[in-house]
């Protein structure tokens, strides 16, 4: 593994770790809609009958809230399986970078027993492991896709909800209050999908 590979491989960690930030601050985000939508429920309540498909609506984003949570759960555990996989070609560049600068001091049997060795490892171990990490960031796509298209349903919901809040009756404003927060939060989910989406394309050793 050159010097080139031990900083693709440092790279590719960073970028998993940028990864996880962005999944902890959906999974809150999520939380956070979750208890937006039990207040909504209450108002909806409130409200009676001029409000009930507000209250179906916000038992849906209740719904969608749980729903995305557990998605960013999941791919809070690929992410993990990544982290393991590059944190092991980091440890096995440093390794080999040790073992590289032996042999450039060593000559004779010395550096016949490291040329054997270096060629076995690099065999066994690189090739395996960047195919492991391409597996891993295409699932990550996959995920990460899946995801955006459950937050587009959350922002259908949200509008939907913002329409059914002008037949609130004494509590219109208030639901129009709580619909526009859960489009606001809504949109900051989008702009963390797009990060991640950003990170997970860069390719590791692009």
């Known amino acids: 593994m050159t010097s080139h590979e031990d900083r693709d491989s ?19 985000t999520a939380y956070r809609i979750n208890l937006m939508a039990m ?25 969608f809230a749980t729903d995305l949570e557990q998605q960013m759960i999941a791919l809070g555990q690929a992410t993990a399986g990544s982290v393991v996989t590059v944190t092991a070609m980091v440890k096995e560049a440093h ?4 073992m590289e600068r032996a042999h450039a001091q060593c ?3 010395g550096r016949e027993i490291i040329d054997r060795f270096l060629r076995r490892r690099l065999a066994t171990t690189l ?16 995920m990460i896709e899946s995801t955006a298209s459950l937050v587009e349903m959350g922002g259908v919901l949200a509008r939907s909800a ?4 002008a037949y609130g009756g004494g509590f219109s404003q208030s639901l129009k209050q709580v619909s526009s927060d859960f489009e606001g939060t809504i949109g900051e989910i989008r702009k963390s999908l797009d990060s991640l989406s950003k990170f997970q394309r860069r390719e590791f050793a692009a």
């Not at 913002?162 to 809040?165: C, G, L, T, V, Y």
């Open 95 to 98: 390794i080999v970078s040790v």
């Open 127 to 142: 090739s395996d492991r960047l195919d492991k990490v391409a597996a891993l960031n295409r699932n990550l796509a996959m």
């Open 10 to 28: 440092g790279r590719e960690l960073r970028r998993i770790v940028r990864i996880n930030e962005e999944i902890k601050t959906v999974v809150k």
């Open 39 to 63: 207040n909504a429920i209450f108002l909806a309540k409130r409200a009676g009958q001029s409000a009930l498909g507000f209250g179906v609506l916000s038992n849906e984003l209740r719904r």
């Open 162 to 165: 913002k329409i059914e809040a």
């Open 107 to 109: 000559d004779g049997a």
